[in-house]
């Protein structure tokens, strides 16, 4: 079974510039759930969905930030304008139910702003 | 008071010890909890989930979890090499099961 796949890896942008993340997760996983990491402030939760729905946004940053979730195996997470604080690793996961289930995690995207 | 804290490292064993690490929530009302490994550059990666009271062992790894306590902990037994990276507690809210709390780490060191 295929896990997490998010792409791009790794992302330099420059600042003001539009950048989108992208995500699949794993297939029958009913949550997804978008987090960031960085040195400083560790893995932060930004925002998740349910069956599609997003149910908690209560972590973007800033209105900057946007995701979707389109279908069942599709997500994006999109900045807009980017700047360089918001240079970090984008984490992906999903799970098969909330809060029981344990999150599978996809490799990453590591984001630079320049 | 952070909603999950884990003891501060980093922390460091000889191999072939036990390597003892802690966790402490603040959700009394939370019902799972879960210990992932992140290697350095890589992404977290589950390795226990714990539910009840008591312990839980699987091969060298034991969680074990009181919730009067409000307190969980991972222990692995014959530390190896390998199991040097990064130990992440994550507690899931009782009021709002998909927002699951990470603590802040802690980096583990096995020492040949």
């Known amino acids: 079974d295929a896990g997490v796949i998010q792409s791009p890896r790794h992302e330099v942008t420059e600042m003001g510039q539009e950048v989108t993340l992208r995500c699949k997760p794993i297939?029958?996983?009913?949550?997804l759930f978008w987090y960031r990491q960085t040195m400083m402030r560790g893995l932060e939760l930004l925002i998740y969905f349910n069956n599609n729905v997003p149910i908690d946004d209560s972590g973007m940053p800033e209105d900057r930030f946007s995701a979707k979730m389109p279908n069942a195996s599709f997500s994006t997470l999109k900045i807009q304008p980017s700047e360089p604080r918001d240079s970090a690793v984008y984490f992906c996961a999903s799970s098969r139910s909330l809060g029981y289930s344990p999150l599978h995690f996809g490799n990453g995207t590591r984001l630079t702003v320049t | 008071q952070k909603e999950v804290e884990q003891n501060s490292g980093p922390l460091s064993v000889p191999e072939g010890a036990i390597a003892s690490l802690n966790c402490t929530y603040s959700?009394?009302?939370?019902?799972?909890f879960f210990w992932y490994r992140q290697y350095s550059g890589k992404s977290p990666e589950l390795i226990m989930s714990?539910?009840?009271?008591g312990d839980i062992e699987d091969g060298r790894f034991t969680a074990q979890l009181n919730k009067a306590s409000q307190y969980v902990s991972l222990l692995i037994r014959d530390s190896q090499p390998s199991d040097s990276a990064t130990y992440l507690c994550a507690v899931p809210a009782n009021t709002n099961a998909g927002k699951s709390t990470f603590g802040d780490g802690t980096t583990l060191t096995v020492k040949p």
């Open positions: 959700d009394r009302g939370s019902q799972s």
């Open positions: 714990i539910y009840s009271n």
């Open positions: 297939s029958g996983h009913n949550s």
